[in-house]
């Protein structure tokens, strides 16, 4: 049984059609990538999988309960968490300050099973590399630091699914290893990833398999290799060589 499942969503806004029968299943433990060209979709998609959005057509199934209409918060404690394409700290907050807000807001039991939380606090941030940053305002970071520093404390969330909206923008190339590491952290622990990126080499690193969006439609799926040979990618991106 998939841990996600998208059934013909659809989504109208003002007459424009923006999203069209979307469907796939994500299977729990997978990464999966959400590829595509700008409009395709893809941030449209996150949101009416988080609940910002509500389909106009089609239901999100998530782990056998309907969860079409459900707000953001109730998603997020049913197990959905996600990481946003702009930064989403309290830059005036210490590094160690940001990660404790999160663990926070989480339910009691699943925080009291990852230990205490100043233990929790300094591993969310050696996830991150970011530990002699700890009493540092978040403002202080450099960009990728930032990403860095989000990313990791989404996932020590006690989330089950994530939805990562481009992990790899504006991280230096030495930091989009230390995501891909991160990522491949939650895979060992059975987590499930959807990711949007725009970075295919580092797609293909990490999933399991790729959904091709295109005018808000799926246009193709399969294995990282099997997408990057075929002849849909090279049309949806307009001829050119999408792993440059």
């Known amino acids: 049984m998939p841990i996600l499942s998208l059934a013909n969503i659809g989504l109208t806004i003002q007459g424009h059609h923006i999203l069209n029968g979307v469907s796939f299943d994500v299977e729990e433990g997978e990464v999966v990538g959400l590829i595509g060209p700008n409009g395709s979709g893809k941030t449209t998609l996150f949101n009416v999988l988080s609940g910002f959005l509500k389909p106009t057509e089609g239901s999100v199934t998530f782990r056998e309960d309907d969860i079409t209409h459900l707000i953001p918060s109730k998603r997020a404690q049913l197990g959905v968490g996600r990481v946003f394409q702009h930064f989403g700290i309290f830059r005036e907050m210490t590094l160690e300050d940001n990660v404790r807000v999160a663990l926070e807001a989480m339910p009691k039991e699943l925080r009291n099973d990852m230990g205490t939380m100043e233990e929790t606090v300094r591993a969310t941030l050696e996830m991150a590399t970011l530990l002699s940053h700890a009493k540092q305002k978040a403002g202080s ?104």
Not at 154 to 180: C, I, Y
Not at 182 to 189: H, S, T
Not at 190 to 207: R, S, W
């Open 141 to 244: 970071l450099s960009g990728g630091q930032m990403r860095l520093l989000e990313i990791a404390r989404t996932l020590k969330s006690g989330k089950e699914l994530f939805l990562l909206d481009e992990p790899t923008a504006g991280v230096s190339p030495k930091m989009t290893h230390q995501v891909a590491d991160i990522i491949g952290a939650l895979k060992k622990e059975k987590k499930t990833v959807l990711i949007i990126e725009h970075d295919l080499p580092f797609i293909a690193q990490i999933c399991d398999r790729v959904v091709v969006l295109d005018v808000g439609q799926v246009v193709l799926s399969g294995k990282p290799d099997e997408v990057k040979k075929s002849k849909e990618l090279q049309e949806v991106y307009f001829g050119a060589d999408p792993t440059t």
